[in-house]
C-alpha cells in the first residue's frame, strides 16, 4: 500500500508472519523513519534498551514529562530499566486513574518517590498548556500516550520544546493521520531533529486471525546533539 500526502510517501508492507512494517521516507535532511517490530522485551518510548537499538544518550539530570501516566507503567518501567534522572513529572487526568498513580508511586521507597512529581489535571490550552506549567523546568523528555490528542497537546509546548530541545517519543497510532501529521509539526516547528517510527509488541490480538493489532507506535524526534549514529534500528 503507498500512499501521497503533502510530501511525505508512506509505504506500509505487511509481508511477513509476524511482522509490521512501516516506512515514510522524505528528502529532507535529518527526517529519518524506519519502523520495525522490536523484541517483544523493549518497552516502548525508550529505545535505548540495547546497545544495538540505542537511539539517544540518558544523563543524570533527565527531567521526564510523563503524560498519561495512566496507574504509573511508564514510571515503573523507566525505573526497573535503572535509567538515570533528576526528575519525573507523570501527568494523569482521569481522577479515578490518577489515584491508581498515587497509590502506585507511594510504594517507591522515599529517595525514589521524592524525585516523582504528581499532576492530576488534562494538559492542553491555556493555563494547563506545556508552555504554561512547565515554564520553570527545563524538560529533556516527554512522552505522550493520551488517546489520540498528542498533536494538540505538542502545539501547546512549542516554547518549551525550543527553549530544551527534548527528546520527545510519542504515540502515533491512535489516528491514521498521526503517521503524518506528527512527524510534519516537528519538521515545521523544530530544527535539527531526527525523525523515526518504531513498532512495537502489541498487547491486543486480532480474534479472527490471531496477529497482532497495528498500535504501539511512536514517533521518536531526537535533537541531533543527543542522536546515537551508529544505531543499528532506526
Known amino acids: 500500500l503507498a500512499l501521497k500526502k503533502e510530501g511525505f510517501h508512506i509505504c506500509i508492507d505487511t509481508s511477513g508472519v ?3 512494517y512501516l516506512k515514510l521516507i522524505d528528502l529532507v535532511d535529518l527526517f529519518i523513519v524506519d519502523v520495525k517490530s522490536l523484541y517483544p522485551e523493549e518497552y516502548k518510548y525508550w529505545g535505548i534498551d540495547s546497545e544495538e537499538s540505542r537511539m539517544f544518550e540518558l544523563t543524570e539530570n533527565e527531567v521526564l514529562l510523563n503524560l498519561g501516566g495512566c496507574c504509573g507503567d511508564t514510571v515503573f ?5 535503572n535509567y538515570p534522572f533528576k526528575k519525573i513529572i507523570t501527568v494523569e487526568g ?9 497509590r502506585s508511586i507511594n510504594l517507591l521507597e522515599d529517595s525514589v518517590r521524592e524525585k516523582i512529581q504528581i499532576d492530576c489535571c488534562f ?4 493555563e494547563n498548556s506545556i508552555d504554561n506549567k512547565y515554564a520553570d523546568e527545563k524538560i529533556t523528555i516527554i512522552n505522550m500516550d493520551i488517546e489520540g490528542v498528542e498533536l494538540e ?7 518549551v520544546i ?8 510519542i504515540c502515533a497510532y491512535h489516528k491514521k493521520e498521526d503517521l503524518i501529521e506528527l512527524p510534519k509539526f516537528v519538521m515545521d516547528n523544530f530544527e535539527n531533529y ?3 517510527i518504531r513498532k512495537y509488541p502489541s498487547f491486543y490480538w486480532n480474534e479472527f486471525d490471531g496477529i497482532q493489532q497495528i498500535n504501539e ?5 531526537i535533537p541531533v546533539e543527543r542522536y546515537v549514529q551508529n544505531c543499528t534500528y532506526k
Open 194 to 196: 531526527v525523525i523515526t
Open 162 to 169: 525550543k527553549r530544551d530541545r527534548p527528546v520527545l517519543a
Open 123 to 126: 494538559v492542553g490550552a491555556g
Open 77 to 81: 518501567q523507566y525505573l526497573k530499566g
Open 217 to 221: 507506535l511512536v514517533m521518536y524526534a
Open 18 to 20: 509476524g511482522k509490521d
Open 94 to 102: 482521569d481522577e479515578t486513574t490518577a489515584e491508581y498513580l498515587k
Open 153 to 159: 497537546v505538542l502545539q501547546t509546548g512549542i516554547n
